[in-house]
């Protein structure tokens, strides 16, 4: 009887010893879950930027984003010659002759592009409070105008023109994604449509800069 009750103690020992070590087991395991997956969904990249109008043809980032760095995932240059290629799809749409993709104003308008996305906005007046004639030499140009916006890339968004919920995924959705942000607002559809005032355009320069953020700011220069 001893030796059975013995023998019964150690069955319950051991299994209560079982039992211990598959909690343990689990706990371990459940905190190694949380810490890879919970620490993934908390710093799952920076934010993607929110927008708020700010004044005419303006709008600011009023969440917490801040533009980490350049993302070099995208082709820069590839983004910019489709953009154009799409302007000019526009314009040849409505009869007009396509514009020269044109490498003057290359420089301002991709440094215009990184100080909206450095400072947080998206607008004509750049951080040092200069406006688009104080930045632009026109040098040949008897006319100039600007186009300036940003568009996510693998985060949903609204597509202003369709309706329709976006996830840009590779340079030409970006750079479709931007000039359907242009053709949907009035003004900026007049530029690329060269409807503005004395809007003789017959090329344009853009450059864009794609931010660790989520974020692709771009900036458009026609010339006349």
């Given amino acids: 009887m001893q030796r059975t009750e013995r023998r019964s103690g150690n069955s319950g020992s051991l299994a209560m010893t079982a039992v211990k070590v598959a909690v343990l087991v689990f706990f371990v395991a459940a905190v190694g879950l949380i810490a890879v997956f919970g620490y993934a969904h908390l710093d799952d990249g920076p934010q ?35 953009v ?17 993709e044109d490498g003057a104003h290359v420089e301002v308008a991709r440094s215009h592009s990184e100080d909206m996305a450095s400072h947080g906005y998206v607008g004509h007046v750049d951080s040092e409070g200069r406006e688009f004639g104080e930045r632009v ?44 942000g242009w053709m949907a607002s009035p003004l900026h559809r007049e530029n690329i449509l060269g409807e503005l005032d004395d809007a003789d355009y017959d090329s344009v320069s853009v450059g864009v800069y794609v931010s660790e953020g989520n974020a692709v700011f771009a900036t458009q220069v026609f010339c006349g």
């Fill in 48 to 82: 993607t930027p929110e927008f708020e109008e700010a004044g005419e043809l303006r709008f600011e980032v009023v969440n917490d984003w801040e533009d980490t760095g350049p993302y070099d995932g995208y082709d820069r240059s590839g983004i910019e010659t489709l």
């Fill in 84 to 100: 154009v290629d799409y302007t000019n799809e526009e314009r040849v749409d409505e009869g007009l002759e396509p514009l020269d």
């Fill in 137 to 180: 030499e026109s040098g040949d140009c008897s006319t100039v105008g600007e186009n300036a916006g940003v568009t996510l890339y693998e985060a949903p968004e609204e597509n202003e023109r369709t309706g329709e919920v976006i996830r840009n995924t590779d340079e030409d959705e970006i750079a479709k994604a931007l000039v359907d």
